[in-house]
């Protein structure tokens, strides 16, 4: 997932989590919202990647 490469697709979240396409892309908004993803687009593929601040949350919560 994000934690573990750095960026993640909507379809790897989905499958990662098991949950659709139509959660992920509400989820990741809701990240993005409060600052903790941004998401990056090339072409036809966008990237969802954590900001310093997800970051950080993320590696205080797995201590």
Same mark, same amino acid.
């Given at each position: 997932?994000?934690?573990?490469? =750095?960026?993640?697709?909507?379809?790897?979240?989905?499958?990662?989590?098991?949950?659709?396409?139509?959660?992920?892309?509400?989820?990741?908004?809701?990240?993005?919202?409060? =600052?903790?993803?941004?998401?990056?687009?090339? =072409?036809?593929?966008?990237?969802?990647?954590?900001?310093?601040?997800?970051?950080?949350?993320?590696?205080?919560?797995?201590?």
């Amino acid at each position: 997932m994000i934690v573990e490469t =750095g960026a993640s697709t909507m379809t790897s979240l989905a499958r990662a989590t098991a949950i659709s396409l139509f959660t992920v892309s509400h989820h990741t908004s809701a990240l993005r919202n409060a =600052g903790l993803i941004v998401t990056e687009r090339t =072409g036809a593929s966008v990237s969802h990647i954590p900001t310093l601040l997800g970051t950080a949350l993320l590696r205080g919560s797995q201590r």
